[in-house]
């Protein structure tokens, strides 16, 4: 499974676009990459996916450049309630399981 | 309407006794999976289920174990509990084993005395 680095923290304030960057110097061929949301004491949640270029979805945007080596999350207008520890996974497969890291406690200031 | 819900939500006990924790999905999903999360945060996936049968099993000590009844149940058992034990015990699940789209109950906080 292809290792993540993501910044462990950030802060921003309501209404601002916020992009979390992580690096996947190692990914295969055949992986995606896929982004959960883990808000304090819940589960982990998805949020998006995508395998190259960018995917978009109600909540996010995904952007992946042609060599894969990194990806993009974009949360476009954050507010109080996206304050959460974001996950970047890499990886892909029958039997797959999610290996999460440490993730980027995103804190949105008023 | 509850996705994956799991029951208790919070637990304490005492070292060496033996607990289970039940979690239940209303989606129709194959795959069902038990996630350890660590007071550091990390998250680490335990057991995956695949209609009923066990196709991932980390290395868990074997006082973890889990038992799935059908394939909207998967229990987790756990005999002789430990200190090491506490943490928060995510249950989720998936449509297929292969989907990177996995959906999480609430968890579950044991904490071992």
């Known amino acids: 499974l292809a290792k993540t680095t993501q910044p462990i923290s950030m802060d921003s304030y309501e209404g601002q676009e916020v992009n979390i960057t992580c690096s996947h110097n190692n990914i295969a061929t055949n992986d995606y990459i896929t982004w959960y949301q883990q808000f304090p004491s819940q589960g982990p949640r998805f949020i998006i996916q995508?395998?190259?270029t960018k995917v978009t979805n109600e909540v996010a945007s995904l952007f992946i450049p042609a060599d894969r080596k990194s990806s993009t999350l974009s949360l476009p207008r954050v507010s109080l309630s996206d304050t959460a520890v974001y996950y970047c996974l890499v990886g892909r497969g029958s039997n797959y399981k999610l290996t999460f890291g440490k993730g980027t406690l995103l804190t949105v200031n008023p | 309407d509850t996705a994956v819900s799991q029951t208790p939500k919070y637990l304490v006990t005492q070292m060496g006794n033996d607990k289970s924790i039940k979690c239940e999905q209303n989606l129709g999903h194959d795959t069902m999976y038990w996630y350890k999360q660590d007071s550091k945060k990390f998250l680490k996936i335990m057991f995956s289920?695949?209609?009923?049968?066990?196709?991932i099993n980390e290395t868990v000590p074997n006082r973890f174990s889990p038992k799935s009844p059908d394939k909207a149940h998967l229990n987790l058992h756990i005999n002789s509990l430990e200190l090491g034990d506490s943490a928060v015990y995510f249950c989720a699940s998936s449509q297929v084993e292969t989907s990177d789209e996995q959906f999480f109950g609430p968890g579950t906080r044991l904490t071992v005395l």
């Open positions: 995508g395998y190259k």
């Open positions: 289920y695949n209609n009923k049968e066990l196709i």
